[in-house]
């Protein structure tokens, strides 16, 4: 008893060691976001792991991505990483670890050797040091180093990596030459990224890492070396001249960054990003050309042009000389517009500084119309090189006729922002290799059939928070290559009480290419006509936006090509239906209702069969009298958002037909009950997100608890309220009472009784068995392959019975010569038609138990023959047969039993065997006759007898 209640203990806390597994198991990409792990497949994600060899037993070995986050820890309290932590994950081509450990030892990261990509962080504001050997990692070609100090690691650390080609490495260096002293022999790297915040930028001192050498002799060839440097108030002569070139380097706010930047001793810089108080041009352009700097970006307060002078009679005249021919990028940001200031900017010293710019962003400036114009005839070489134009954040005020028409090898032209309230007629016109326009976020009022004249190759425009109040005719009929049209907000004149948009009446034809398109009528009515019959090439991503929107024409085409539908209104129809029900192709919903009450029966989403994600955000889904319906169906989806959705309880038969479902959010304001089979069908689901739970206090709600603890498929995120803090209604509608709690004095039972139950039942049912076996024991084993082989040919009725076999024939093996050389020839080659015999030493199935064999062989042939002898009556096995044979005989009441004597028995050798006794007296048998004569008569006899299939 004390062995078996010790045994029993034992396989209870491997149940809930098992419960508690901390891993998540990913076969498909589309099963999580692409962000989580690098969004690889085949990729299993370990939270709050305090030991990785245990914590990750039972994860496939086969596993070729691995992302753990370490359980967060004190110093003192961080868990060495043993040797052979992964040695079941040979496959292994990407590792992720978040986390530090007190040591790591050589041997913790053997068997890695498919390993190309291993990733290693740790929290922010913290470093974690210990040295760590990458030489077991023979295949690896990117290494990241976040938080994690080099200190203790080796000298040549970098350089036990054969294929390393990218290294990034984040914080928690001390000194440049940390990092520069340990690359100086690693010849494979190709791409070299830091993110370091340094007060000073000293030259390379190898001494501090290893005294033997002072300094590095040969400089690097990374092809790509990315620097952010922040806070450097001191530059050494040379500091980084060991890297030879860099693509990107990017400083923090520092006066005199320019003037100090001839110090750092490369040889060329791609992209130059800074900020300064006082942008010098000229020391900006002394730089560029020291450097061959090709895009600049700048964030400054003052900006100081150049001028050269001469003394003439009227004054001084400055005169500015093109010096920036290397800049092809710039970015010019003003930093006093976060205090409302914006300064006005001679674009045409700009031009002519910098000749050869294809990018300008001059954010934060105010712009004159004139000036472009004036650009046309001053620098219209400089002008025509320009592909892309960001204007953001400027007073222009309003674009004029023919603006930019010298612009003819723009691309992209941004206008955010610039307080623009009239577009005049042809405004853009020659802009002929314009593709996107973005006007949002501006005054823009009236658009006539001409404003955008001459935009013939235009793929997207924005006209987004806009207070367009009229559309004329065929505005958007040149738009024949569009592909995305943002439009709103509509604010047609208040005598309008609903607002009335065709867009047949703006396209004429809707464009063949469109592929996303807003809609918005802000906070009015608005009635939305299809008109044009256009079928579009390209699946639409389409939003609308409004009070009250109504849809005519939903039978044409352009809603069958919705993907991805985006509602926020009170109510979106198409006549008295919701929407969903004209566009059956959409893949991605998303519902946010201005106005719960009034949303309409959104039951026919469960006739969108191809719904992936779903998102609904202020309905009252209680007030949907269909909502037991309203997610059958959708065997696809994969995503569900519930977000402020008041609804009374969630059970298993809402989301019944939901197998794929992966991820579910639950953010709910009001109380509901949550019934234990709501996730029974949710067999895909990986992650559930709670935010804002508020629970009725009530048993049906227990559940969750060790759910939300034990489950070990599901990953649940909880934010507002924790589950700690999670509080329940009460039945009074007034208290709240700690959920938890509540369920432990009210919905659980203590262990120590359910094992005593357990136990109790176990024993009871254990002594009830064996006191049956003792008692009909000798009845059990019959009964059990009669009903087998009974039912085993039951499943195989197909109207007739159908047999494999004529007869099973029943004898002593020690009479085995007397089948072979009087029965077989006489039975089975005796025809036609001929006999097919079952013999056990001929047709019994290799392997299979012997009773199984006796039971499948009787039910698969149509009779029995028993050939009874004193070695038949002796033979356990034959008595076996001969009792299998007559419960058949009794359960068919057919004469499929047949008895042939090889010798005489007498009477009292029959006595004791009852059930042969008992058959003799009942039926016919044959004796095999002395007298060879009769051997022939014999054989024809019984040859006719089981040849009979007359049952």
């Not at 209640?5 to 419960?19: D, G, M, Q």
């Not at 620097?227 to 990017?250: K, M, T």
């Not at 001409?450 to 004329?472: C, K, R, V, W």
């Amino acid at each position: 008893m004390v062995l078996f209640f010790s045994i029993f203990i034992l396989i209870v806390k491997t149940v809930f060691a098992l419960l508690q597994d901390k891993c998540i198991f990913y076969k498909d990409v589309e099963e999580f976001p692409a962000e989580i792990c690098d969004g690889k497949t085949n990729t299993a994600i370990c939270f709050q792991v305090t030991n990785i060899k245990e914590d990750l037993r039972g994860l496939p070995s086969d596993l070729q991505n691995l992302c753990i986050q370490m359980e967060r820890a004190t110093v003192s309290s961080y868990t060495a990483l043993d040797p052979g932590s992964f040695s079941n994950f040979v496959s292994l081509e990407y590792l992720e670890i978040n986390g530090c450990f007190s040591e790591i030892s050589p041997e913790a990261f053997t068997g890695l050797v498919n390993v190309t990509s291993l990733n290693l962080s740790f929290w922010p504001d913290d470093c974690c040091e210990v040295a760590i050997d990458f030489s077991v990692f023979p295949s690896l070609t990117r290494l990241i180093l976040s938080q994690y100090s080099l200190s203790l690691m080796a000298n040549n650390v970098f350089d036990t990596i054969p294929q390393l080609k990218d290294l990034r490495i984040a914080k928690c260096l001390k000194d440049l030459s940390e990092v520069l002293c340990r690359l100086a022999n690693v010849k494979p790297l190709e791409r070299f990224i830091l993110h370091q915040e340094l007060y000073s930028l000293n030259f390379p001192n190898c001494s501090l890492i290893n005294p033997s050498h002072e300094y590095i002799s040969t400089v690097y060839n990374i092809e790509m070396v990315f620097l952010i440097l922040e806070s450097v108030q001191h530059i050494d002569q040379g500091a980084l001249e060991v890297l030879g070139n860099l693509f990107y380097l990017e400083f923090g706010l520092k006066e005199d960054l320019l003037r100090e930047l001839s110090l750092i001793g490369v040889n060329k810089i791609h992209t130059l990003k800074f900020g300064v108080d006082v942008l010098n041009i000229d020391e900006l352009c002394s730089a560029a050309k020291l450097y061959s700097i090709e895009s600049i970006s700048v964030y400054y307060w003052t900006i100081n042009f150049p001028p050269t002078t001469t003394t003439i009679s009227e004054g001084i005249q400055y005169q500015y000389l093109s010096i920036c021919e290397e800049i092809k990028e710039i970015v010019l940001v003003y930093e006093s517009e976060v205090a409302g200031i914006v300064t006005l900017l001679d674009v045409h010293l700009i031009f002519q500084i910098f000749s050869n710019l294809s990018l300008i962003d001059v954010s934060s400036h105010v712009l004159r119309p004139t000036d472009f114009q004036s650009l046309c005839l001053s620098f219209p070489q400089s002008v025509k090189q320009l592909s892309f134009m960001y204007l953001n954040s400027n007073n222009m005020g309003k674009v004029i006729s023919h603006q930019f028409m010298c612009f003819t090898n723009l691309e992209i032209l941004e206008l955010v922002a610039s307080n623009i309230s009239i577009i005049q007629n042809c405004s853009f016109i020659g802009l002929i290799k314009l593709t996107h326009l973005n006007l949002s976020k501006n005054k823009i009022s009236y658009i006539y059939q001409n404003t955008f004249s001459g935009l013939y190759g235009l793929t997207a425009l924005d006209l987004q928070e806009n207070p367009i109040s009229q559309i004329e005719t065929n505005s958007f009929g040149h738009f024949i290559n569009l592909c995305t049209l943002l439009l709103g907000d509509l604010n047609f004149p208040p005598h309008m009480s609903l607002i009335k948009l065709n867009l047949s009446d703006i396209f004429g034809r809707i464009p063949y290419n469109l592929s996303h398109m807003i809609i918005s009528s802000g906070l009015r009515p608005m009635q939305l006509v299809i008109g044009s019959n256009t079928t579009l090439n390209k699946s639409l991503d389409f939003t609308i936006k409004g009070q009250y929107v109504t849809i005519e024409d939903c039978n044409r085409p352009f809603l069958t090509s919705i993907v991805t539908l985006q509602i926020n209104a009170a109510y979106v129809t198409c006549g008295k239906e919701f929407i969903g029900k004209y566009a059956r192709s959409v893949v991605n919903l998303e519902v946010k209702s201005t106005s719960s009450d009034d949303i309409g029966d959104l039951v026919v989403i469960n006739e969108l069969v191809h719904l992936k994600t779903i998102r609904l955000e202020n309905i009252d889904l209680s007030k949907q009298t269909n909502l037991g319906i309203m997610f059958h169906n959708l065997t696809k989806l994969r995503t569900l958002f519930l977000i402020n959705c008041r609804i009374l309880f969630l059970d298993g038969s809402l989301v019944k037909d939901l197998s794929a479902l992966t991820g579910l959010a639950l953010m709910q304001q009001d109380h509901v009950n949550i019934l234990e089979n709501f996730v029974e069908h949710l067999t895909s689901l990986r992650f559930l997100h709670l935010q804002g739970l508020n629970l009725y206090c009530s048993c049906d709600n227990a559940w969750l608890v060790s759910w939300v603890k034990d489950n070990r498929q599901v990953q649940v995120y909880m934010y507002r309220p924790t589950m700690k803090e999670l509080q329940c209604l009460a039945d009074n509608g007034m208290d709240h009472l700690n959920f938890i709690l509540y369920t432990k004095e009210n919905c659980s039972f203590s262990i120590e009784f359910v094992l005593f139950v357990s136990t109790s039942a176990f024993l009871f049912f254990f002594m009830i068995g064996v006191l049956s076996y003792q008692c009909a024991g000798q009845y059990i084993k019959p009964f059990y392959n009669i009903a087998s082989g009974w039912f085993r040919e039951a499943l195989h009725l197909n109207g007739k019975q159908r047999y494999r076999y004529d007869v099973f024939v029943s004898y002593s093996c020690k009479d085995e010569h007397w089948v072979i050389n009087e029965l077989l020839p006489n039975l089975e080659q005796r025809g036609p038609p001929f006999l097919r015999i079952c013999l056990h030493s001929r047709d019994f199935r290799l392997g299979q138990d012997i009773v199984e064999n006796i039971t499948d062989c009787i039910y698969a042939s149509r009779r029995t023959l028993c050939l009874v002898s004193h070695n038949y009556l002796r033979s356990n096995w034959c008595s076996l047969e001969m009792q299998l044979a007559t419960y058949r005989l009794q359960v068919e009441h057919r004469d499929i039993l047949n008895l042939v004597f090889l010798e005489k028995i007498p009477s009292r050798l029959l006595s004791s065997h009852h059930r042969l006794a008992r058959l003799v007296k009942s039926r016919t048998y044959l004796d095999w006759p002395l007298d060879p004569e009769m051997h022939e008569a014999f054989w024809h006899r019984l040859w006719c007898k089981l040849n009979s299939y007359k049952d």
